[in-house]
């Protein structure tokens, strides 16, 4: 069974700057995609950026030039640096893994981001 664990949330100004941790576990074959999505305040959860095991990403258009994600899979780790942080960032982050050979993904219990002055 995948767990993700994620840490690194909290309140920041804006302008600020975060990094988002995901620890995963549960695969013994990897994971082909690791990423982060998020949910604003009454709003759906929305993607943020994912990152393949070939090294192939995909960011959101609102968070482009501004969030990195990187991943370290002799770990099992994803990260997401978060840079010039703005308020309609404010949301509950969630880790997002899918492991290799499995067609579900999994999701970590969120992490709380406060862009606030």
């Known amino acids: 069974q995948v767990h993700l664990l994620e840490s690194g949330g909290g309140l920041v100004q804006p302008g600020g700057s975060l990094r988002l941790s995901c620890a995963a576990s549960g695969s013994t074959g990897g994971f082909a995609i690791m990423g982060w999505y998020r949910r604003p305040p009454g709003k759906q959860r929305e993607l943020v950026a994912l990152m393949s095991s070939a090294g192939s990403t995909n960011y959101a258009d609102s968070v482009q030039g501004r969030f990195t994600i990187s991943r370290d899979d002799a770990k099992n780790t994803v990260s997401l640096h978060m840079n010039s942080l703005k308020p309609e960032d404010t949301a509950v982050y969630y880790c997002?893994?899918?492991?290799?050979?499995?067609?579900?993904?999994?999701w970590g219990q969120g992490t709380q981001v406060t862009v606030s002055s």
């Open positions: 997002y893994a899918l492991a290799s050979g499995l067609v579900g993904g999994s």
